[in-house]
C-alpha cells in the first residue's frame, strides 16, 4: 500500500468512528427510552460529587491510565498494529480534531457500557460486553485488562462518581495515547 493509499483512509476511517460512535450512543438511548429509563441518565451523568469532583477524578484515572498504556504495549505486541493504523488515522489532524472524536467515543461508550447494558442487563454482562469488544480491536491479549478496565469503570459509576468522570477518564487516555503516537517516530 502506497503512502497516498494510507492517507485517504484517513477521513474514512474518523467518519466509520463517528458513525459507530452515533450508533452505539443511539443503542444506548434507544435501550433507555424503550424500557422507559430516562431517568437513569440525569442521575447517573455528573456522580454524588458534582461537576469538578467528577472531572477531576476523570483527569487523574485518564492521567493514570495514558502513563499505564505504553507499559502494556511489550505485552500485547497487536497493539503495535493498532497505534500504527492510529497513526494513519490521525496523522495530520489537529489536536482539537482529536480531542473531538476521543469526546465523542468516550460519550458513547459510557453511555452504552456504564449505563444502558448495567441498567438493563447487569454489570457482568456489561463489563463481558466492553471486554470483548475492545478485545476484538486490540487483540485477545486485552481480554483481561479489559475486564479490569471495564469493571472499574463500571464500579466508579457505581460508586457515585458519575459517566461524567468515567467518560473524562476515557477521552484523556485516548487523547493522550494518541498525541503520544503520533510524537513517537517508531510508532
Not at 493509499?5 to 477521513?11: L, T
Request: with cysteine; net charge negative.
Amino acid at each position: 500500500m502506497s503512502a497516498d493509499a494510507g492517507e485517504d483512509d484517513g477521513p474514512t476511517g474518523l467518519a466509520g468512528g463517528y458513525v459507530v460512535n452515533a450508533l452505539l450512543a443511539g443503542f444506548a438511548l434507544a435501550s433507555l427510552a424503550w424500557r422507559d429509563r430516562w431517568d437513569e441518565a440525569p442521575r447517573r451523568a455528573i456522580g454524588d460529587g458534582g461537576p469538578f469532583v467528577a472531572a477531576g477524578l476523570g483527569l487523574a484515572v485518564g492521567l493514570a491510565l495514558a502513563w499505564l498504556l505504553p507499559r502494556l504495549r511489550r505485552f500485547l505486541p497487536r497493539l503495535a498494529i493498532v497505534e500504527a493504523e492510529l497513526r494513519r488515522m490521525f496523522d495530520g489532524r489537529s489536536d482539537a480534531a482529536i480531542a473531538a472524536f476521543v469526546a465523542c467515543g468516550a460519550a458513547a461508550e459510557e453511555l452504552l457500557f456504564r449505563l444502558a447494558l448495567p441498567d438493563w442487563l447487569g454489570v457482568p454482562v456489561a463489563v463481558a460486553a466492553a471486554a470483548v469488544v475492545n478485545s476484538a480491536v486490540v487483540g485477545w491479549a486485552w481480554l483481561l485488562p479489559g475486564l479490569a478496565h471495564a469493571a472499574a469503570f463500571c464500579l466508579m459509576v457505581d460508586a457515585g462518581c458519575g459517566l461524567l468522570a468515567t467518560a473524562t477518564a476515557g477521552a484523556v487516555a485516548n487523547f493522550l495515547m494518541i498525541r503520544r503516537i503520533l510524537c513517537r517516530s517508531d510508532a
